[in-house]
C-alpha cells in the first residue's frame, strides 16, 4: 500500500476463474475506492485487464450489491426477501443445522461451493476445517480442471507443463481447444512474441474463434475427435519415423505397444472421423515433429467433452514421442494450478486430519439428481451455496431448479448479488468483494503468486467467507481455536514449509512487492531429462495402472457420441463481457453482449428454413431457449455454438444455455460432458408454450 496526500494505492488481484490472475491497484480517498487499473509492473499481466473486469468498481458500488442478511418471504425463486440482522440469521441457520446433525446426522448438510472466487482462503481454508470437522458431506468440486489432470496424470504421473512464459521460445504453437484470445488474453502477447521470432499457430478447435481467425492454420475438427486426430498424427510421427528413439528410450514405457497400435489409425481413417482430410492430418503431424521446439497448449475446450480424460492422456504422449520437452519452449503448457499448490502448505490450511473420515463425496456435477431425489442417496437437507450460482453452471438446469424449490430444503447462499441460486434461499448473506478482503491467489496460467490487500471496508453489512465460517464455527458453538484463524494466520500458515519454490516468498515480501514468480531456474524445463512422477519415473505411452482400474492401457479414441438425425451438436462457450453468470446484474455488460444468440451454418440454416435475425427455439429432451438465430461461417455444418453465462433471450428474461446440456460424467476425473448435447432448431413457439 502506498499513499499520496489523502490517496492511497493499494495493490490487488483479481479472483475470478480465469488463467491470468492480473494484478491491480486501486485508489482510494476517503475509504471509497476511485479508480482501479491494472498493474503495469506486473511482467505476465502487464496492466491490461479484461473487459469483464475493467470496470470492476461498478460491481463493487453497484446499486444491486446485497448489504445486509435477507430470509426469504415468499415463494422460493421469487426473489422476495426481507431483511434481517445477522445474528437472526446465524441464529435461524445455527438451529437448522443443529436439529438436522442431531436427526439426520451432518451428511444431510451440503457445503456447495466453486471457484467463483480463486483466492486461497476465500476460495477453501475455514470451510474446509469446519465443515471436514462436523462431518458434513463432501463436495467433488471436479467439474472441469480435473478432467484434464487426471488424464495429464495417467501419462506424466502430473500435470506439471511448460512455464507459460517461456511459450515465447517456442516454434510451433498449438492451441487446442482454447480460446486464447478471448479466454487467456494475457498468453497472447507471448504467443505474438514467439511469432515475431519466427513461430507459427497452429488452432484446433471445431469453432472459428478470434483465436483461431488470427492464427497461421486452424483445423475445424469434428467436436471430440480430437483423440483420433492425436493417434493418427502419432501413426505419422512413427510410421515416418519423426519420433526421438532415445527420448522415447530413456523416458517412457510402452513405445512398442503403442506403435503396433497406432498403425490401425491412418489419416485416412482419421479424416472420416475428424472431418479433416488425410494430407491436413500428415501435414499437420509432420510440422508438429519436425519443428522445434513445438509446444501443445490444451485447455478448457477438451475437458466438457465426454472423452475429456482421455483426451488429454492422449495429448500428453505427442511430446514424449518427438521428445519436445527437450527444449525450452517445446513440451506442453495446460493450467499452472497445480504447479502453485504443490509449493503451498495445504494441509496446514485446511487441517485434512482433523475432518470427520468416512464422510460421503457428492460430484458438484450431479446437484440437480441429488436434490431432486433422482440418486438414490441419503437425502440433502441443506445446502450452504458460496463462490457458486449453480442454478446457472451446472449441467440439467430444470433438475438443479427443481431441486432448488423443495420446501423441506434449507438453502443458505453467500454471495455479491441475488443469484439465480440465491433466488431459491431461504436465507441469503452479502459478500465481500474482492477490494474488501485479504488474499493470496494463486495463479494456474502463469508462476507468479499475488497478495490481495483489502482497499476499502466491507460494505455494508458483508462479510468475506472466512469471516462467515468463524461467525459461523461461533454460532455453532465449537471451541477450537484454530477454527477461528485470521486471515493472516491462515495466509502464513499456506506460505509455511520451506518448500524451495517459495524461497523468498512470504506475506511481508508479497505486501512490499504485490507479486512474486514461483522459485525456480530460469530455464526450467520439466522433463528434459525424464523426471515424469510415475512410478518408475517414465512417461507410460502404455498404462498398466489404468488397465488395472478397468480403463484402456493404450490412449484410444474414446466415446464420442453420434449426432442422432436431424439434430446438431451444441458447443458452448465464453463471452467478452460474462465470467459464466458474473457480471449479469451490470447494464454495461448487457448491453454488450446483446440477445442471446446461436450460431448455425448456412447449410443447417437453409435445411431448417432459418433466416439470419430470426427468433428461433432451441431444444431437446432436457428443456427449451429461444434465441436469436446467426448464420454464421465460424460453426462447421452439423454444429452449433451458443454462449454461456448471464444472457437474456429476445423478451428479455434470463436465459442460460445450461438448460440444454446433461450432466453426463465424463469418462474419468470426475467432470461432465456438456458438449455431448444435441439440439433442435426450429422456428416457431417453444414446445412447452
Ligand atoms: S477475468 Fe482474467 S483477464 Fe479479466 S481481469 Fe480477471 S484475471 Fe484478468
Redesign the pocket.
Known amino acids: 500500500m502506498s499513499e499520496s496526500g489523502s490517496l492511497q494505492i493499494v495493490h490487488g488481484?483479481?479472483?475470478?476463474?480465469?488463467?491470468?490472475?492480473?494484478s491491480?491497484k486501486a485508489e482510494v480517498e476517503d475509504g471509497r475506492a476511485v479508480r482501479l487499473y491494472?498493474d503495469r509492473s506486473h511482467p505476465f499481466?502487464r496492466g491490461?485487464?479484461?473487459?469483464?473486469?475493467?470496470h470492476?468498481l461498478e460491481r463493487v458500488y453497484h446499486p444491486d450489491r446485497l448489504l445486509y442478511p435477507l430470509r426469504r418471504c415468499g415463494k422460493k425463486g421469487s426473489g422476495s426477501f426481507e431483511r434481517i440482522s445477522w445474528e437472526a440469521a446465524l441464529q435461524e441457520i445455527a438451529q437448522r443445522w443443529a436439529s438436522l446433525i442431531e436427526e439426520e446426522g451432518g451428511e444431510s448438510i451440503l457445503p456447495y461451493s466453486s471457484a467463483g472466487n480463486q483466492g486461497l482462503i476465500q476460495h477453501s481454508s475455514l470451510d474446509m476445517r469446519l465443515f471436514g470437522l462436523l462431518g458434513f458431506s463432501r463436495l467433488d468440486r471436479n467439474i472441469c480442471g480435473n478432467v484434464a489432470h487426471e488424464g495429464l496424470c495417467a501419462t506424466q504421473g502430473c500435470g506439471t507443463g511448460i512455464n507459460p512464459e517461456d511459450i515465447e521460445h517456442s516454434r510451433l504453437i498449438v492451441l487446442w481447444g482454447t480460446n486464447t484470445r478471448v479466454?487467456?488474453?494475457?498468453l497472447w502477447p507471448v504467443i505474438e512474441q514467439a511469432r515475431k521470432r519466427g513461430g507459427k499457430v497452429i488452432v484446433i478447435d471445431p469453432i472459428r474463434t478470434r483465436t483461431a481467425a488470427a492464427a497461421d492454420r486452424h483445423l475445424a475438427v469434428n467436436p471430440g475427435t480430437d483423440t483420433v486426430l492425436m493417434l493418427a498424427m502419432m501413426h505419422v510421427i512413427i510410421q515416418e519415423g519423426l519420433h526421438d528413439p532415445e527420448y522415447i528410450r530413456d523416458y517412457s514405457e510402452g513405445f512398442e505397444e503403442l506403435a503396433a497400435h497406432v498403425l490401425q489409425f491412418t489419416p485416412e481413417y482419421a479424416a472420416s472421423i475428424t472431418g479433416l482430410t488425410a494430407q491436413e492430418i500428415v501435414e499437420f503431424a509432420r510440422e508438429y515433429a519436425t519443428t522445434t521446439p513445438s509446444l501443445l497448449r490444451p485447455l478448457i475446450g477438451l475437458e466438457h467433452h465426454p472423452n475429456g480424460a482421455m483426451m488429454f492422456r492422449t495429448i500428453a504422449c505427442l511430446p514424449v514421442l518427438t521428445g519436445a520437452w527437450r527444449h525450452r519452449g517445446g513440451g506442453l503448457s495446460r493450467s499452472t494450478g497445480a504447479f502453485q499448490f504443490s509449493a503451498l502448505n495445504i494441509d496446514a490450511l485446511l487441517m485434512p486430519d482433523t475432518w470427520q473420515k468416512d464422510c460421503r463425496s457428492l460430484n458438484m456435477r450431479d446437484l440437480g439428481r441429488i436434490l431432486s431425489g433422482t440418486e438414490d442417496i441419503k437425502p440433502v437437507r441443506s445446502l450452504l451455496v458460496y463462490n457458486s450460482n449453480p442454478a446457472v453452471t451446472m449441467p440439467n438446469q430444470r433438475l438443479v431448479r427443481y431441486g432448488l424449490e423443495r420446501t423441506d430444503l434449507f438453502t443458505v447462499v453467500h454471495d455479491l448479488f441475488l443469484t439465480d441460486t440465491a433466488r431459491y434461499a431461504d436465507i441469503v448473506l452479502p459478500a465481500t468483494s474482492q477490494l474488501e478482503h485479504l488474499d493470496i491467489v494463486p495463479s494456474w496460467?502463469h508462476h507468479y503468486i499475488s497478495l490481495n490487500q483489502p482497499a476499502i471496508a466491507p460494505r455494508g453489512e458483508c462479510v468475506s467467507n472466512t469471516e462467515l465460517f468463524r461467525r459461523l464455527a461461533s454460532v455453532l458453538r465449537r471451541a477450537e481455536s484454530w477454527l477461528f484463524d485470521s486471515d493472516e494466520q491462515l495466509l502464513r500458515a499456506a506460505l509455511s514449509g520451506d518448500h524451495p519454490m517459495l524461497k523468498g516468498i512470504t506475506l511481508e515480501s508479497l505486501r512490499e512487492h504485490g507479486s512474486q514468480h514461483l522459485h525456480h531456474e530460469a530455464e526450467w524445463l520439466p522433463f528434459a531429462a525424464g523426471g515424469f512422477s510415475t512410478p518408475s519415473g517414465r512417461a507410460r505411452l502404455s498404462s498398466p495402472a489404468l488397465a488395472e482400474s478397468g480403463l484402456p492401457a493404450l490412449p484410444v479414441p474414446g466415446c464420442i457420441p453420434a449426432r442422432p438425425a436431424g439434430q446438431l451438436q451444441l458447443i458452448t462457450g465464453k463471452t467478452l463481457h460474462f465470467?459464466n453468470s458474473s457480471y449479469s446484474h451490470h447494464e454495461r455488460h448487457q448491453n454488450r453482449e446483446g440477445t442471446l444468440w446461436i450460431e448455425i451454418h448456412a447449410s443447417d440454416a437453409a435445411n431448417r428454413g432459418l433466416a439470419d435475425g430470426e427468433v428461433v427455439v432451441v431444444s431437446n429432451e432436457q428443456g427449451e431457449i429461444c434465441a436469436l438465430c446467426q448464420v454464421s461461417d465460424r460453426v462447421r455444418p452439423g454444429v452449433v455454438w451458443m454462449p454461456f453465462g448471464g444472457l437474456r433471450d429476445a423478451l428479455g428474461a434470463p436465459a442460460h444455455v445450461n438448460l440444454l446440456t446433461p450432466e453426463a460424467p465424463t469418462d474419468w476425473g470426475g467432470g461432465s460432458g456438456f458438449y455431448g448435447c444435441f439440439v433442435d432448431v426450429f422456428q416457431g413457439k417453444m414446445r412447452e408454450g
Open positions: 488481484v483479481c479472483s475470478h476463474d480465469c488463467p491470468d490472475t492480473c491491480w491494472g499481466t491490461v485487464l479484461c473487459a469483464k473486469v475493467n470492476y479466454t487467456n488474453l494475457h496460467g465470467l
